[in-house]
């Protein structure tokens, strides 16, 4: 900054001296804050995951009403025996199942029950983790196979 020699006419008066400060402290206080602000990289870092799972929640609400969408238009144009077969099918999977569920209850080891309930369990509290994994699987796959033909 430099300074011109005061003259008689341009001396402010302490009034505008001190509305000009406290102008100047005002603006300094907001640079110092936006500085601070933009050195909070945790802040910074939780507003953008954030935004972020925003984003997804948005995104997952989108493409489950799509699914909803392209299922009901699937199971529209489906024929009606092969819905009944479908049905059947899915009915003797659970019979069978059952069943197997049974025998394993039945024949199995009492610590190989107790590690397979473990396992199981788990997989129950982290299904959207393995879901998400076959997915992208199933895509990798796919997509391998749409090269090579």
């Known amino acids: 900054m430099t300074h011109t020699p005061a003259d008689q006419h341009s001396t402010p008066a302490p009034a505008e001296l001190r509305e000009q400060i406290e102008h100047t402290r005002h603006e300094l206080g907001d640079t110092v804050q936006a500085l601070a602000d933009k050195t909070d990289v945790k802040a910074r870092a939780r507003q953008k995951a954030g935004q972020l799972k925003d984003d997804a929640v948005a995104r997952a609400g989108e493409l489950k009403v799509q699914a909803t969408k392209a299922t009901s238009r699937v199971q529209d144009k ?22 197997a569920g049974r025998k394993w209850e039945e024949k199995a080891p009492a ?34 196979r749409i090269k090579k033909d």
């Open 78 to 99: 489906l024929p009606d025996s092969f819905k009944q077969k479908a049905a059947q099918a899915a009915g003797q999977a659970r019979a069978t199942a059952t069943q």
């Open 111 to 144: 610590p190989l029950q107790q590690k397979t309930a473990q396992s199981a369990q788990l997989a129950r509290e982290h299904r959207t983790l393995l879901l998400t994994v076959a997915a992208g699987i199933a895509v990798l796959w796919l997509a391998s």
